[in-house]
């Protein structure tokens, strides 16, 4: 547990974290494009809550990011204008980072995820999603390795993201 934080904050953290990942992951199967899409954006937001409370930026910028693709699909904008602005929102996150935390490996595989989750919803191509998915996994445990509890939330959420690139992956090619 990190030492700026209360037991009693962590596991609310952690709770929040933990309902956001069940309400996200929920929205997966469903079919209906509005209901998905509120689902994503209800489990971005609360995973954004529990990652900015214990001061995981990082995640913070990553859901916020998925809270406004959720939007943007919600509201059906075409893909030239969502490819813009998942790429800009990419840029500004890895600026802002770099401004508030030290550049070290767990920051450099942070960003390297971020840069492949976003090439992966803009060319929309499981394979690029699947690197992302694992990138991002060693992030979420290197993140739990620092002292942050809702790692364990984001660990469990990009190990599902993953599974389900790689399902759809061989689905695709079955």
Not at 16 to 22: D, E, P, R, T, W
């Amino acid at each position: 547990m990190n030492t700026h934080i209360s037991k009693f904050k962590s596991n609310m953290i952690l709770a929040v974290g933990i309902i956001g990942l069940a309400t996200f992951t929920a929205g997966l199967p469903v079919d209906s494009h509005i209901t998905r899409n509120i689902l994503f954006a209800v489990g971005a937001v609360l995973l954004t809550i529990s990652s900015f409370w214990e001061k995981e930026y990082f995640f913070s910028c990553l859901e916020v990011i998925a809270f406004i693709a959720a939007i943007l699909a919600l509201c059906q904008v075409g893909s030239t204008a969502s490819s813009i602005v998942m790429a800009v929102l990419t840029v500004v996150t890895i600026a802002f980072m770099s401004r508030i935390r030290k550049i070290d490996t767990r920051l450099c595989l942070g960003i390297l995820g971020l840069v492949l989750l976003t090439a992966g919803i803009i060319f929309a191509t499981n394979l690029i999603m699947i690197a992302a998915g694992v990138v991002l996994c060693i992030y979420s445990w290197l993140s739990l390795r620092a002292g942050y509890k809702v790692g364990w939330v984001f660990l469990v959420l990009n190990i599902i993201f993953t599974a389900v690139a790689v399902f759809s992956t061989i689905q695709y090619l079955a």
